[in-house]
């Protein structure tokens, strides 16, 4: 029964398919998490720089530049 199995040809392209899709998915997967994380770093990198700039910008007239960045993060990140 094991040898017939073995040398039977029918299905082979489903069960090649099959074992190739694997890789593919797990790569895609993995590019699609890479593109993610990538975005989040983008989005928190232009929220430290409105900080920075808010901060900078109150610097002038407010003494409360800790606070100042402080409300720009929470504004960001929702807390």
Not at 10 to 18: E, F, I, P
Not at 55 to 68: E, F, L, M, P, S
Request: a positive charge.
């Amino acid at each position: 029964m094991i040898r017939k199995f073995g040398r039977d040809r029918r299905g082979n392209y489903t069960l090649m398919t099959v074992i190739t899709m694997v890789p593919l998915m797990g790569g895609l997967a993995l590019s699609v998490d890479y593109s993610e994380l990538l975005r989040q770093k983008s989005a928190t990198l232009n929220a430290l720089d409105g900080a920075r700039l808010a901060t900078a910008a109150g610097q002038r007239g407010a003494k409360d530049r800790d606070r100042t960045a402080l409300f720009w993060a929470a504004a960001f990140f929702g807390c």
